[in-house]
């Protein structure tokens, strides 16, 4: 791996460690790479006929950028969990007020649509 | 991956765990103060997903409702610009994350000159923002202000193969563009206040405030930064692309 680790002695018991990892320009250097492919792959992707699918890959390759973006470039692969733990619970429950959303609109003109 | 390491410099104090100038005095130590900071500025930032999600949220059931107006609404998107754009934020989040890494290095200089470039990439994009609604405004596409359906309810050179939508379908492609002027203009108005606080770091970085072993402010900028890049990675294939093929 090309990344240092750091561990600041803490007393044990905290919740939260505080290693601290200082991530290589190589990691960002490929990372933004990836980025960048994927970002042609998805202008190349919406010109090809693929009818309900051209959203579903744009939005998939929108989520693959996106959690490369948070993991290298916010460094929350290395970060405690702690702070692994609130995010996931931050999208979990962005996630619940999308469906719960869509589950009503869905749901009021049932039949009609 | 090769075993390259990256040697942190620390001075003799921070090495021995003696207590460090930048401590506060509620913190443990050095660790635990990042930590509680980097923490408090996730939390901000999900605070922030929220806000866009519910405008996120608004697109996705309006798309559903008034379809054909959106995909007729998003053929008048410039692709050439919003690829450009696309390109330039994660440039500029690649210059960030170059520029937390000088910041962590203690290299002053590297960490002004990527400040700067993030800067200027930041500007940039605002300028080919800037220019796109220039151009919508031309072009009468401006709901409320300057709107008018003609381009709507006749058949377009440039899409000869769109039908031309109803009155009544043509008028909804003002709840598209306002959605886009909304979600763009939310989102730029993130990239002001972005580009103003990088102005504010570069000059306190020319000072040596971040490369002596407290860089929290980089930090969290940056992750502010990137917040925002990932906003527009989404926004790109909503708005651009996913109506295109049509």
């Given amino acids: 791996m090309s990344e240092t680790h750091f561990e600041h002695t803490v007393n044990p018991s905290e919740p939260t460690h505080h290693s601290h990892t200082v991530v290589s320009p190589k990691v960002y250097a490929l990372v933004f790479g990836a980025l960048l492919v994927f970002t042609a792959l998805t202008v190349y992707a919406s010109g090809v006929e693929l009818g309900v699918f051209n959203a579903v890959v744009a939005l998939i390759i929108a989520v693959i950028k996106g959690t490369l973006v948070v993991l290298f470039f916010m460094h929350i692969k290395y970060s405690s969990k702690l702070v692994k733990l609130t995010i996931c619970s931050g999208f979990f429950t962005l996630i619940v007020l999308l469906a719960l959303t869509c589950t009503d609109y869905i749901s009021r003109a049932w039949g009609l649509w | ?246």
């Fill in chain 2, 1 to 246: 991956m090769d075993s390259q390491t990256v040697i942190v410099p620390q001075s003799h104090a921070e090495l021995e765990h003696e207590h460090s100038p930048h401590l506060h005095h509620h913190f443990a130590n050095m660790g635990q103060q990042r930590e509680a900071s980097n923490f408090g500025m996730w939390l901000f930032l999900l605070t922030e997903i929220m806000f866009f999600g519910g405008m996120f949220t608004a697109y996705l059931i309006y798309r559903n409702w008034y379809y054909p107006a959106f995909v007729a609404g998003s053929h008048y998107m410039k692709m050439w610009a919003g690829t450009l754009n696309t390109v330039v934020l994660i440039c500029s989040s690649f210059t960030m994350a170059m520029g937390v890494y000088s910041a962590e290095m203690r290299n002053r200089k590297n960490l002004i000159r990527y400040l700067s470039l993030t800067l200027i990439l930041g500007f940039v994009f605002l300028g080919i923002k800037a220019y796109e609604w220039h151009n919508e405004w031309v072009e009468h596409h401006v709901p409320g202000l300057n709107f008018s359906i003609n381009d709507f309810t006749h058949v377009d050179a440039r899409y000869p193969t769109d039908k031309p939508l109803k009155v009544d379908m043509a008028e909804k492609t003002q709840i598209y563009f306002s959605l886009y002027f909304l979600l763009t203009g939310v989102h730029a108005l993130h990239m002001v206040v972005g580009v103003s606080i990088i102005i504010f770091l570069i000059f306190t970085a020319w000072g040596g405030a971040y490369t002596t072993g407290h860089m929290n402010l980089i930090e969290n900028f940056g992750l502010y930064w990137h917040f925002v890049d990932i906003v527009w990675i989404f926004l790109f294939p909503l708005l651009y692309l996913i109506s295109r093929h049509q």
